[in-house]
Structures are given as structure tokens and as C-alpha cells.
């Protein structure tokens, strides 16, 4: 079955504690991306790799690492996780960069 | 600056009507436009895309308008079934800027039998 994976799917971890939520799609997909969801926010893009090797910034990268070491796999890395980081995070995929495909989600509480 | 924007957070309508959901974007590079379907609990779901060089696309019950002019864009749900009851996002990109897509805030959708 094409999907795409994360794990964890929920997570209370403490401030300062190093966390890595991992996202894996089986799709051979070029582009890989991260987003968040707030309340009265909407998604917003933390970053986004185009293709092995190739990461860049989305709209809200602060506090956020990623790495693209293989195509399947495209894990969020928080070094120093801080309150305000607490929300419901998506991994995505996409063929083209255009029709994105959505993991379940991973909701962090960062207490 | 919200690029995206999704001005009804709600919408209700009767089973078997048309639901028409409003989207307005204000950044002229978009080149692509998508509209995904979220349910509680679960990732958003793709639903319907419109490349700008078209002014309409359908596939079944759902259709997308494209004014380019206006920078507006429409997703039409017709006949609205109770399934359809979800949150309704309306997307953006532009191909020249890496793919990263910019999301309005959402539309709820009600389909009352």
C-alpha cells in the first residue's frame, strides 16, 4: 500500500530534550516536506527537500533540523524542543513537488 | 503574511445541495492550486488540483473554478453527501519557488442530512 509513515504518533517529551519524529514514504517520491498545524493558523512548512542531499527552508524552519540522507526516509529533528514547538506535525510527499501526499501526523506536547 | 485565505471558517449545507467553498491568494506566482480534504485525527487528504493555465477542473462530484484575474478559486461539491462533512483546505505553490505549499487556515464543512 503507497503511504506515508511517521512515528511517533504522539510524543510529551520536557524542554530541552532532544527528539527525532521520523517520516518514511514507500512511493519513491522526490520531494519530501514537513509542515505543522496551529490553531486558528492553518499548516505551515517547516522545511522541504526536493531530492536526496537537498533541503531548504519552509516558512517556519526556526528550531527545526531535517536531513534527506536517503529518498524514502525524511526525519524532523528538534534539538532543544520548546513549548511554543508543541503541535501536530505532517510528513508529505510528493512525486512532483505539486499533489503532495500526507502522513497521519505526530502530535508533540512539549511540556 | 497569510498568502492564502480562506475567509468562511464554516460552512453548512443540506444533503444533496451544492457546497461551494472560497478561496482568495494574493501572491501572483502561484502557478499551481490544490485543495485537500482533512479529517479529525487523520493527515489531510488531496482532493482536486488546477494548474493556472486552466480556468476549470472537475473530477465527479467536485469541481475547482480559477480566476486568475480575481485570485480566486472555488471547489464545488455537487450533490453534498454527509461524508463530505471535513475540514476543506485550500493550497497554493509556485513551481518556481521550490514546491513549498501555503495552506489557508480552512473551511469546515457541514452536510446535514
Known amino acids: 500500500e503507497a503511504q506515508v509513515t511517521q512515528n511517533p504518533r504522539y510524543l510529551i517529551t520536557v524542554t530541552g530534550k532532544k527528539l527525532t519524529v521520523t517520516c518514511s514514504q514507500n512511493m519513491n517520491h522526490e520531494y519530501m516536506s514537513w509542515y505543522r498545524q496551529d490553531p486558528g493558523l492553518g499548516l505551515r512548512q517547516i522545511y522541504y527537500?526536493?531530492?536526496?542531499?537537498?533541503?531548504d527552508k519552509g516558512d517556519v524552519p526556526e528550531g527545526y533540523k531535517v536531513s534527506r540522507k536517503e529518498k524514502r526516509n525524511f526525519p524532523l529533528i528538534l534539538e532543544s524542543p520548546s513549548p511554543n514547538q508543541t503541535s501536530l506535525y505532517f510528513c508529505?510527499?510528493?512525486?512532483?513537488?505539486?499533489?503532495?501526499?500526507f502522513g497521519p501526523g505526530t502530535r508533540l506536547t512539549v511540556t | 503574511d497569510q498568502q492564502v485565505k480562506q475567509n468562511s471558517p464554516s460552512l453548512s449545507v443540506q444533503e444533496g445541495r451544492i457546497s461551494i467553498l472560497n478561496c482568495d491568494y494574493t501572491?501572483?506566482?502561484?502557478?499551481?492550486f490544490l485543495w485537500y480534504k482533512k479529517y479529525p485525527a487523520e493527515g489531510p487528504t488531496f482532493l482536486i488540483s488546477?494548474?493556472?493555465?486552466?480556468d476549470k477542473n472537475e473530477d465527479g462530484r467536485f469541481t475547482v473554478f480559477l480566476n486568475k484575474s480575481a485570485k480566486h478559486l472555488s471547489l464545488h461539491i455537487v450533490p453534498s453527501q454527509p461524508g463530505d462533512s471535513a475540514v476543506y483546505f485550500c493550497?497554493?505553490?509556485?513551481?518556481?519557488?521550490?514546491?513549498?505549499?501555503?495552506f489557508g487556515k480552512g473551511t469546515s464543512l457541514l452536510v446535514t442530512p
Open positions: 493550497a497554493a505553490l509556485s513551481s518556481r519557488s521550490g514546491y513549498a505549499l501555503n
Open positions: 527537500s526536493m531530492n536526496v542531499e537537498v533541503t
Open positions: 488546477i494548474s493556472s493555465i486552466k
Open positions: 501572491n501572483s506566482m502561484f502557478d499551481y
Open positions: 508529505a510527499s510528493s512525486l512532483t513537488g505539486a499533489e503532495q501526499y
